[in-house]
Nanobody, 124 residues
Framework: QVQLVESGGGLVQTGGSLRLACAASGSTFNNYVMGWFRQGPGKEREFIATIIWLGGRTAYADSAKGRFTISRDSAYNTVYLQMNSLKPEDTAVYYC?????????????????WGKGTPVTVSS
């Protein structure tokens, strides 16, 4: 069973940076896509970015382009989300997800497994 554990969330001021990590276990991930999503207060869950484990190809939501970077470290089975120039509207619980690679990977589709999330609060 795939398990995903997020870490790295916290309180940061506007303009600051955070790096989230997602430790993955329970499978080999060569045929997987990994992703980050978020859900802000009173909002629906939103796609941020995905990465194909084998090869490292990435895709981003428009809201994340230029500020967020997804990456993975195969040696440690860990996926990262580097977040820069944070804004109060980035306040949310951030979730890591994983799933078999499907044609909708580039927009966050096909996720089968989810972590419990890590909260990020950006103060103004």
């Amino acid at each position: 069973q795939v398990q995903l554990v997020e870490s790295g969330g916290g309180l940061v001021q506007t303009g600051g940076s955070l790096r989230l990590a997602c430790a993955a276990s329970g499978s080999t991930f060569n045929n997987y896509v990994m992703g980050w999503f978020r859900q802000g207060p009173g909002k629906e869950r939103e796609f941020i970015a995905t990465i194909i484990w084998l090869g490292g190809r990435t895709a981003y939501a428009d809201s994340a382009k230029g500020r967020f970077t997804i990456s993975r470290d195969s040696a440690y089975n860990t996926v990262y989300l580097q977040m820069n120039s944070l804004k109060p509207e980035d306040t949310a619980v951030y979730y890591c997800a994983a799933g078999a690679l499907k044609s909708t990977w580039w927009k966050g589709g096909g996720m089968d497994f989810w972590g419990k999330g890590t909260p990020v609060t950006v103060s103004s």
